[in-house]
């Protein structure tokens, strides 16, 4: 089926928090009573309260993960949301060593009555290390702003589309994984040609990737729009029976096949949310220390005191691996 990502009618409780964060700043009332009517953003708000811990199960640990995939699998036009639907997930509170896929085993065999059942034995890969990773984000507003009731949707709108598009462009890209930043589902992918004929580049990539478990095909509208039209796409959205994720994040003439049985997912502890009105910021989207080792003053930056202004900082924690290589495919320039 073919996944929408966008439900304008839910409010998440996660970028719901963060307006009311930064409202509360801006008014003096509580965030809990700005948020007396949204069940969710409470429960959620319940999950990350310290100084309990989050991994104890009887405490919030419970909450907080389903919570927090929710979320990232609502963010608007996302591919890594629906793939998180399809993903073996996990909590990488802590550094673990997730195992590849088993080979050399022989297959479960039917067994007589009374006779032996036979006990398997096989290899089990290497697989990748997960740590904590984090996506974290500030917003700004003034205090004007932040105290507007009306203002809770657009700082909302601002938190999920800034987590959407920066966790796809990691996600979709070629780069290895660093201490601090998951890897590209590109990296190390020789890109496969691709043509202006639908059917032979789809074939292209579910021969790439072999011994399938969970398929997804992961295009940018052009291209499901030419994989309906070679009627490629059944009537439940599926192509070759596999869900296809559909984003104007992927770069137009680009189709990737992921096997996400070998896609793992962390979504780590409790989102971290912290405002204040004393700091000083580099207001640019491209991050830079307020003065590097050689004492140079990033530009431009700004005092929130000096210009009454609010700033809330969200962390969410993320991050993903493959179990093994070989499980994604990509086909690059088709032009169907």
């Known amino acids: 089926m073919q996944v929408t990502a966008i439900k304008g009618q839910n409010r998440c409780p996660i970028a719901t928090i963060a307006a009311a964060y930064l409202r509360s700043f801006a008014t003096g009332r509580d965030a809990t009573q700005l948020l007396k009517d949204n069940r969710g953003a409470l429960d959620f708000m319940k999950a990350v309260q310290g100084p309990a811990d989050t991994q104890n199960p009887e405490w919030a640990g419970a909450l907080v993960q389903p919570t927090v995939t929710a979320f990232v699998q609502e963010l608007p036009a996302s591919v890594l949301g629906p793939l ?69 949707p657009v700082l ?100 990737m096949l992921i096997d996400a049985q070998d896609f793992v997912v962390s979504t780590g502890a409790g989102v971290r949310f912290e405002r204040t009105e004393q700091a000083v910021l580099h207001m640019d989207n491209e991050p830079a220390a307020i003065a590097d080792n050689a004492g140079a003053i990033a530009h431009p930056v700004q005092s929130l005191w000096q210009h009454y202004l609010v700033a809330m900082r969200a962390t969410l924690p993320i991050t993903w691996a493959l179990r093994d290589t070989g499980r994604v495919a990509v086909v690059t320039g088709a032009t169907w």
């Open 84 to 152: 998180t639907a399809y993903a073996m997930r996990m909590d990488a509170s802590q550094r673990i060593q997730v195992p590849a896929r088993v080979s050399g085993a022989p297959n479960a065999g039917f067994v007589a009555e009374g006779a032996p059942v036979p006990v398997i034995s096989g290899n089990v890969g290497t697989g990748p290390v997960l740590t904590n990773g984090k996506l974290s984000v500030i917003v700004p507003a003034t205090m004007e702003l932040a105290a507007n009731p009306n203002a809770g």
């Open 156 to 255: 909302e709108t601002l938190v999920r589309e800034s987590v959407s598009a920066g966790a796809d462009a990691v996600l979709l890209g070629n780069a290895p994984g660093t201490d601090f930043q998951p890897p590209g589902l590109l990296a190390g992918v020789t890109p496969i040609v691709g043509t202006g004929d639908a059917v032979a580049d789809i074939k292209s990539l579910v021969e790439a990737v072999p011994n399938l478990v969970r398929p997804v095909f992961v295009m940018n509208q052009s291209q499901y729009i030419g994989a309906t039209a070679a009627n490629l796409v059944a009537a439940d959205g599926t192509i070759a029976k596999a869900p296809t994720v559909v984003s104007a994040h992927v770069e137009t003439g680009a189709v």
